[in-house]
């Protein structure tokens, strides 16, 4: 680590610190965790935020909200895809769960929240930047976690049943492969510019 700046430079302290850490604190609320039996990502401009959703009686509820930065999200897509190989492996393949017919019209993102409960103290959801990933022959537990020093600790754990999961999958790179489309385009020409191609 590099030297810390002493408080008589100009009142501040800043330090560099390596901290990687194999195990994280479980804080008592957080241990019981939450079942889920879906989730919606969505992107920010700085973030993306899946909502874990839980529609088996009304009204339907938003679980937990967890913010991920967009560099832990392809890590994210890695270890699940790694996990569901080794679930499949073991167990064999999830039942696959039914699908809209083709022709059916996706609600929109706000017909969809217009029927999700979420309550105020879960509006601005958790942080997390590392995931980690287990699962039984019937669920997957998502760890989120905070590292952080000087202890990581979970800072949300969410149950999902195993048919859940390769819907999420699929949702998570589905959602990141936009994101890349979306950084990776030129942005818009100021108004009264004219671009020219040459």
């Known amino acids: 680590s590099e030297r810390p700046s002493t408080p008589g430079d100009s009142g501040a302290v ?20 939450v079942f889920s039996t879906g989730a919606i990502v969505l992107q920010g401009p700085q973030e993306f935020v899946v909502d874990f959703i839980l529609r ?8 937990a909200r967890v913010i991920l930065p ?13 996990n569901l190989h080794n679930f499949q492996t073991r167990f064999g393949a999830p039942p696959a769960l ?3 017919p083709p ?21 601005s959801g958790v942080y997390a930047n590392v995931v980690m ?25 969410v149950y999902l049943a195993a048919p859940q999961v390769p819907r ?16 990776t385009q030129p942005p818009p020409a100021p108004p009264g510019t004219s671009t020219v191609i040459a």
């Open 14 to 33: 800043t330090q560099q610190i390596q901290h990687q850490q194999v195990s994280a604190r479980v804080p008592e609320k957080v241990g019981r965790g």
């Open 98 to 100: 039914p699908t809209a």
């Open 133 to 157: 990933i287990s699962h039984s022959p019937s669920e997957f537990c998502f760890d989120f976690i905070t590292n952080f020093y000087p202890r990581s600790a979970v800072s949300c754990r």
């Open 70 to 82: 967009p560099s832990v999200v392809p890590r994210l897509i890695a270890a699940l895809r790694e």
């Open 56 to 63: 088996m009686a009304q009204p339907h509820l938003v679980v």
């Open 103 to 123: 022709s059916a019209t996706p609600p929109s993102i706000e017909e969809i929240y217009d029927q999700l409960k979420l309550p105020d103290e879960g509006l």
């Open 168 to 183: 999420l999958l699929d949702t998570l790179t589905k959602s990141f492969e936009q994101f890349q489309r979306r950084i």
